[in-house]
């Protein structure tokens, strides 16, 4: 998941000589990648000339806004997450903090594993409820941690977990985590402490440096299977448990602009950012998916200095789409999507901290 300053800022991570990166592997560091060409089923691609790209309110209409309390000084909201009692899990990569808000944004606690896992280093990359069964924190440095989700120490990571580019989880708080490697992705099952059980490979890569080198794609595990959006490719794979490629829905937005070349390689550094600036300058990216309620899911696309996004079902039908956003919705889940706005600086000069707006879907639903 993507927050407002990646989205509008350099969208890219880099992996520098040996440093490790989020959802990132040395080939060496998994079992050899399974050379068995599957035969994918046919995609199936929707008549979308009756969708329409006008006004926002269509979709979404503005909610409610959430002041977010002034006991905690709030440096970047870098992701967000909502529980099942409305409570906000906030973690702040800035000022290197976890935080619960309650529903109206009043601070609820502040959460580390300093107290029972003595040295550990904030780091925040990204926080997550697993289901209402605990809450998964994503560090950068010691890679993450589980609490309670009332925000209480419950356990470390297993030795192997490394923070996957994006992930989901079943209703048994098992972790699928997407992990990129030189040739594309992968997607790793792991247990609730982030215990390898298995693996499989996704879809190839037509661009495979983009693939594994710019922020974006993601995945999510819904009634038994496993749905999957590449960063450089707008369609929705629908996998097994087991791995098997069952659909591939076309979602291509009608305002998408095909990405023509990959990158280079990162031998010249310079080079890979002129043409990755200029790549994003022309070609549209997936840089989230969401599961905004039980049979829906969100596609959020960067369109050049534009924002866009779909509303697609589970049967892969495009029931919305818009373009013309300025910012990107930072979460969407159970028929909400959630913007992070940062205020301008007040009379004495001080910047606030950032609010919430909560934004309600009301578009087309599955027929």
Known sequence: MLNPIT????LCLFAL??????????????PPRVTETRQSPSGVEQDRTSVSTDDLENYFRKHRVIELSEEVLIGEVTSLDVGKNGDLLIADGLGQALWIFDKDGALKKEISPEACHPGFTMRPIEARYVQDLYILFLNSGPPGYRFNTDGSCLSSMHYEF???KSFSFDDQGH??????????????????QGKKIHHFDLV?????IIATRVEGSGVHY???????????????HKYSEEGELEEVYQVRPTFYRPIKRDLPDFSNPRNFVKEFVQIKKESTLVVNFYSLDADKFMLQYLNGSEMGFQIVDVQGNVLAEYLGLDF?????????????????LDEQGYLPNP???????VGPETP
């Open 355 to 361: 609010f919430i707006e909560v934004y309600r879907y």
């Open 328 to 344: 990107p919705f930072i979460q969407a889940k159970d028929g909400l999507a959630y913007r992070v706005v940062q205020p301008d």
């Open 17 to 30: 000589g040996d440093t490790a990166v989020q959802g990132s592997f040395e080939e060496s560091a998994l």
């Open 204 to 208: 190839e890569e037509p661009f495979p």
């Open 162 to 164: 490394l923070p996957p």
């Open 175 to 192: 972790i699928y985590g997407i992990y990129s490697y030189p040739s594309g992705y992968r997607l790793v099952v792991m247990d609730e």
């Open 7 to 10: 989205v509008y800022g350099f």
């Open 222 to 236: 819904q009634d038994g299977h496993i749905f999957y959006v590449s960063v450089a490719i707008p369609a929705l």
